[in-house]
């Protein structure tokens, strides 16, 4: 996943980087393209891009870079488990996500409960009936750098989120089944 403000500075996908060629997965399908430049350049102009030197999680930016999409988890309750080149796994309603830098599992999925600051990957509001974890902050992972960075479900308003990149429900299950067309 490539982000970042062009020669005008506004944020978009670049067209050379379209497709995630760094995993070998291929690159979109025209149609697809078309269809997800538009709203990804919609959203993002909505949000701001800043450089990952810059980037702290939960100021409204999202880090500026490339980024490989690590693995994505799906409820199992509201989808079946799309094609994807990725693994992919189904959430549990006690699964959470650690955002606090003093704990030793930071940017990690857990089990809850759990005591440190965490978030709830299993919401009601179907933003994560679909999440794919971006591999910022991973390797290796420093506390503080920003955590649970993930492309997911936007809400139907397209409201900013905390840091993540958050597209319609179809579009982002055609990227799940593009990446596995390759």
Not at 26 to 48: D, H, M, Q, T, W
Not at 87 to 94: F, M
Not at 149 to 165: K, M, N, S
């Amino acid at each position: 996943l490539v982000l970042r403000e062009d020669e005008r500075g506004q944020a978009g996908v670049p067209a050379a980087d379209r497709g995630f060629p760094q995993r070998g997965i291929g690159r979109l399908a025209p149609e697809l393209v078309a269809g997800a430049e538009e709203i990804f350049r919609k959203l993002l102009l909505r949000k701001s891009l800043q450089e990952t030197d810059d980037f702290l999680k939960r100021d409204g930016a999202s880090p500026a870079g490339t980024f490989a999409l690590l693995h994505a988890y799906y409820r199992a309750d509201r989808i079946a488990p799309p094609p994807s080149g990725l693994s992919l796994t189904a959430l549990r309603p006690s699964d959470g996500w650690i955002d606090d830098p003093a704990d030793t599992q930071y940017n990690h999925l857990v089990s809850l409960p759990y005591p440190a600051r965490h978030e709830r990957m299993w919401r009601e509001d179907g933003l994560y009936d679909l999440v794919v974890v971006v591999g910022y902050n991973a390797d290796p992972i420093v506390p503080g750098r920003g955590s649970a960075i993930f492309l997911h479900v936007a809400a139907c308003d397209f409201a900013p989120t905390e840091g993540c990149i958050a597209v319609a429900r179809d579009v982002l299950l055609a990227l799940g089944i593009a990446m596995f067309l390759g």
